[in-house]
């Protein structure tokens, strides 16, 4: 057992949930189960993930999940191919995909065609600028993974700030929008963005570590990096991280007070921009424990005691590819 630190304890932004989070699930489970992407038993573990939010919000939360899944089970060479593929979507999402190409091609582009309809010019662009500074960070971390390597703090994060992708799925706020680039682009602004993006990943890797762990790939988690660096056991990394999760969190907060104006419509905007980011990492950190990606249905009990029974350790599969991927089900 180890204990898992409650991080988003002194978050302001409360839990809160779409009301109309069940009727466009149910939409968005429909269209990624046409695609026969998973096996029965995977999608059966992948649908326990209970992805939220709007439709356009639940497609994208489904494409960087099977991006990550088919990504992570591949060597850099065939990861900077998937992502070419990707980025050619992107750039073309009414032309259809060849004949024998990842399936990802034609999930992206149906999420793409369908989003762009409703999307504004800036949100789409700022979009497609974070999304594929995340798949470039995508094949960095799968040439981690080819050579075994463990990077220390200030590097690892480097890499994980980008390989989280937050920054880009933060565009679902931005997308009824026109956030000028003067305004997002703003060191202020980014600044904040960056310490959102920072929470949601120490977040993510303190939740997802069990899992990573049991599976051999927790090379590209920061408690390994904490551990690695400082010489830390997991606890003493566990604490470490809560104690820097605390510290951006102050940071974000002194900096909404430090923003500057653009005149009323664009500094309404901002203001809807930045509270839809700072619900996303309370959303974030609900998720890890309502779904059953990282606990199986043990979450709400872990939420509450903070006690997670530690995994037994797998040895990772090197013939895992993309075409037998199998996502994990980790109902106790």
């Not at 050619?88 to 582009?109: A, K, Q, W």
């Not at 979009?127 to 981690?144: H, K, P, Q, S």
């Amino acid at each position: 057992m180890f204990y898992l630190p409650n991080t988003m304890a002194n978050w302001p932004w409360p839990r809160r949930i779409n009301p109309f989070f069940e009727q466009v699930k149910v939409e968005a489970d429909e269209w990624f189960r046409s695609f026969n992407a998973l096996s029965p038993k995977s999608l059966k573990a992948f649908e326990k993930c209970d992805f939220e939010h709007l439709r356009i919000a639940c497609d994208l939360m489904i494409v960087y999940f099977v991006v990550d899944e088919y990504t992570d089970v591949e060597d850099a060479e065939r990861t900077a191919e998937i992502v070419n593929i990707i980025i050619d979507t992107l750039n073309n999402p009414y032309r259809s995909r060849p004949e024998g190409e990842s399936i990802l091609g034609e999930v992206i582009r149906q999420f793409w065609s369908r989003a762009i309809q409703s999307a504004s010019p800036t949100s789409q662009r700022h979009f497609l600028d974070d999304y594929i500074t995340y798949l470039r960070a995508v094949i960095v971390e799968a040439g981690d993974r080819d050579k075994n390597v463990t990077r220390d703090i200030q590097a690892y994060l480097s890499i994980r700030r980008r390989t989280v992708g937050a920054q880009s799925a933060f565009a679902i706020f931005e997308f009824d929008l026109n956030l000028v680039d003067e305004v997002y682009y703003h060191p202020a602004v980014t600044e904040l963005i960056d310490c959102v993006a920072e929470l949601v990943l120490i977040d993510n890797d303190l939740a997802s570590y069990n899992r990573e762990q049991g599976a051999g790939d927790e090379n590209h988690n920061l408690v390994t990096a904490i551990m690695f660096e400082l010489g830390l056991d997991r606890s003493g990394a566990m604490s470490w991280a809560a104690a820097y999760h605390a510290e951006i969190e102050a940071k974000f907060i002194n900096g909404l007070l430090k923003l500057p104006s653009w005149g009323a419509t664009l500094d309404a905007q901002i203001k809807q921009y930045l509270n839809g980011i700072a619900n996303w990492a309370r959303a974030n950190y609900c998720w890890s424990y309502e779904g059953q990606r990282y606990f199986g249905n043990r979450g709400r009990e872990i939420e509450k005691t903070r006690l997670v029974p530690l995994l037994s350790k797998a040895r990772r599969d090197p013939n895992m590819r993309e075409q037998n991927i199998v996502v994990a089900d980790l109902c106790l």
